[in-house]
């Protein structure tokens, strides 16, 4: 039995830049960086985009999908190949540059229970004029409040504690007054949650398979 010589292991080979393209791809970029000849560069970076194109045929033609194409391409050759490209060439410090972190909104409300919704709610209804509308958007911001409170509490709770905190939460400039005003009950609110509970237990299912037991089939 002959002995196998010069085996090439993954471990012992040059690290693959963009894996998904393979080892072949590899080897083609880096025959493409050490041709001499300009005119013959140039002939064989367009040969391996268009072999790079034929894996995904329904993207080759647009022109987004040849630029991701031909920044590839030099990603592959290390920035080293040196030919014309129809696309701006994006540097390595440019693919290396770290996006500027997002800000996101630190908000700490008082009773996080409500959701900053209900906050936004209550400034647009302080930024409009006195009357109906005015009276019937905070009403409504009143009951939704009730409702989430329950969720949280899950319990009963006094309208009057619900104007309360709608008075602090909009800096005193809606007052509703606790002997005019009457909200939804809680009870409502809790038997709609409950209401929203799968119709069938355990039991019934188990009763209702006990009656089709023995009953024959054709």
Request: include cysteine.
């Amino acid at each position: 039995m002959e002995t196998v010589e010069q085996l090439e292991y993954n471990t012992e080979r040059p690290h693959l830049i963009i894996p998904e393209y393979g080892r072949h791809f590899q080897k083609m970029v880096n025959h493409a960086v050490s041709i001499e000849d300009r005119e013959e560069r140039n002939k064989i970076a367009n040969s391996i985009i268009s072999v790079m194109g034929n894996l995904q045929p329904h993207l080759r033609d647009v022109p987004d999908f040849q630029h991701k194409l031909w920044d590839q391409l030099f990603i592959m050759s290390d920035f080293k190949l040196d030919v014309d490209s129809p696309f701006p060439i994006t540097s390595k410090e440019e693919l290396r540059q770290r996006p500027e972190p997002l800000e996101y909104p630190q908000n700490h409300p008082k009773y996080r229970f409500y959701g900053n919704n209900i906050k936004r709610m209550i400034d647009v209804a302080v930024s409009w004029d006195k009357g109906d509308m005015r009276d019937g958007l905070e009403y409504a911001i009143a009951n939704h409040m009730k409702k989430c409170y329950l969720n949280w509490n899950k319990d009963t709770v006094d309208d009057t504690a619900i104007f309360k905190h709608l008075n602090e939460l909009s800096d005193g400039q809606i007052n509703l007054d606790a002997e005019i005003e009457t909200l939804t009950d809680s009870g409502q609110f809790l038997k709609n949650r409950v209401a929203k509970t799968p119709k069938y237990t355990s039991s019934k299912k188990n009763h209702r398979n006990n009656n089709n037991r023995g009953k024959k089939r054709y």
